[in-house]
């Protein structure tokens, strides 16, 4: 509770270093202006922490503190909401940063009202954690704005950068497949309690098993299909696994799973 309420404390200093400068010219009390950028944070962090956790948000806070030269956009909503204080805020330059899925950087800056420089981003959960997967793009920012970003995102896991073509895919396979891993994950679990393991080491035992896989995968380099055979001895017990899950057309399944999510992400850049 504490480290909540001095996250947030840290995340109101910070915004209100940031915005005091584009209020000096209205007639309106900084103390106001405290109570309504704390409900709004308050919001923003319920967020950040129920899809990211707090390593995600005190990485951002390092981008606040960069003498506001980032403004952060998580969702569609909060563009609109913050269109009006971005199209005052023109004698101070900065950077937009949004994760609104679907939306594309030229939708973005039509919403705030202005050519702003932009990065748009794509994490996941594990950069909760520092493993995440980022993908971004981005448009006239300049090099030292971008590689002070960089930086500042770098904790939160690997990153990539991809033309904005890209980005709704790649949202679909890193953005949502952490859901899927769970579900592979709580799966195996209960294969493994149906075989008479006890919950909570059949769940380490599946968890640090894909966390493993995943390595192998990204550190030797090899193709899924190469390691995945290397596991198969003839007339074996995993074999015998991949042929029933062949059958049960579990490789269709999440194809199709990744397909329906950028699907979806789609539609919501119509909206």
Known sequence: MRKKLIGVFLILLAALVLLQGYFVKWDISIWTLAWVILLAVLSLSSFLKRHFGWGFIYGLLALFCLNGQYHFLPVSNSVVILSSILSRAESRPFV???MAAGLSMQQIRMMAGSGYPIIRMMPNTPVALGEGMIQYCSDDVEPEKMAEW????????RLDAVPESMMDAASAVSGCGPAWAYQFIEALADGGVAAGLPRAKAQEYAAQMLLGSA?????????PGEL???VCSPG???IQGVRLLEERAFRGAVTDAVLAAYEKTKDLGKK
């Open 96 to 98: 937009l940063v949004t």
């Open 150 to 157: 960089l930086a500042a995102m770098a904790p939160a896991g």
């Open 215 to 223: 390595r192998m995968v990204l550190e030797t380099g090899k193709h």
């Open 228 to 230: 995945k055979d290397a």
């Open 236 to 238: 074996g017990s995993t």
